[in-house]
């Protein structure tokens, strides 16, 4: 108890909304404070009680963990002496390898943090070892070795764990979807694999969509669009949105779909027409109208408008308010093929 006194703290930017029983809240404040405001201390005084008791290496995990936002090198190089030492084996030394993986990452040196990895799944059943490396594979693009760790992840916490599957095919759908000319056999693997296990009909309706979209399957995608327009405004958003990563067939299919907004999106694929904003589905103060008025305005290349308001960005999640990069179909959030809402324009 005598290092949690030294860093309880009278004022507190952070407190916790859930009611610890008493002995267990001093526990909490103190470590809140040794993380959040007096770091530098919490980190001297590890170094005391690594003298003081030498034959426990963990003090000295610990105070690589602190070292690494400022001094990865230091960090690694504590860890490393660390794992060393003959007491560590078995799950303590998994534990290690992991620590000096992500001195590795924060290094920038994904190749040596894998090569770890990879041994700190071999030595012992550690599943913050699986979940690191799957992020790593994922990182290299290597999502079928990704997707196992995962799976050797959620058999050592929870095998009933869906949400943390339904986060993987989340980033790789995104993944292959920002490099489809390259990987379209994998964006439709994905995109496969997301349909059947999002456990949401109108998610799964989307991830279909842009399947047969990456297939160039014009009919089958106007059927696919109608269908999702039929589920509101904000999934009509999401669909027409997602056709403009495809412009050459896009534009057909946009047109002929009935909708709302399909007069909009028909603009935006067309900079030649000029766009008159009384009878307009969309309010004024958007970021489209805005963008729209202004290319009403140019009489010669339009391409700078569209460097500085690209039509991607001109829409938000409607579930969580992120804004979607790069047209990707799941949104980095919430993590969901949600409905997309017009993104406001708040100079306007």
Known sequence: MWLFDRFRKKSRKYTSTYKFPSEVQDFFDALRDCHLNNRAEYFAELKKLSGTYPEEPVFWLFAGDILRDKNPEKALELHRDVLFR???????????????????IVLKQNKKALSVLKDAVKCADYAPASLLLSEVYEAEGDFDAALEEIKRYISLTDPKNDAVLQRFYARAVNFFFRTRAENKNGALKWLSAFSKKCGDDSQSLVADYLSVLINSNAKKSLDHLKKIV???????ILARSLLLNFPDSGSEINYS?????????????NGNLKYDGKNSPVAANTLAAQKLKIRNSLSGDQDILDEVIPDHALFVCCECGRQIPGGLPVCPGCQKITGRKFKINQEA
């Open 257 to 269: 779909a009935d909708g709302d907004y399909k007069e909009l999106f028909q603009l935006l694929f």
């Open 230 to 236: 039929a589920l509101g405004e904000y999934h009509e």
């Open 86 to 104: 003959p007491v560590t084996t078995g799950v303590f030394r998994a534990m290690v390898l992991e620590h000096i993986a992500r001195d590795y």
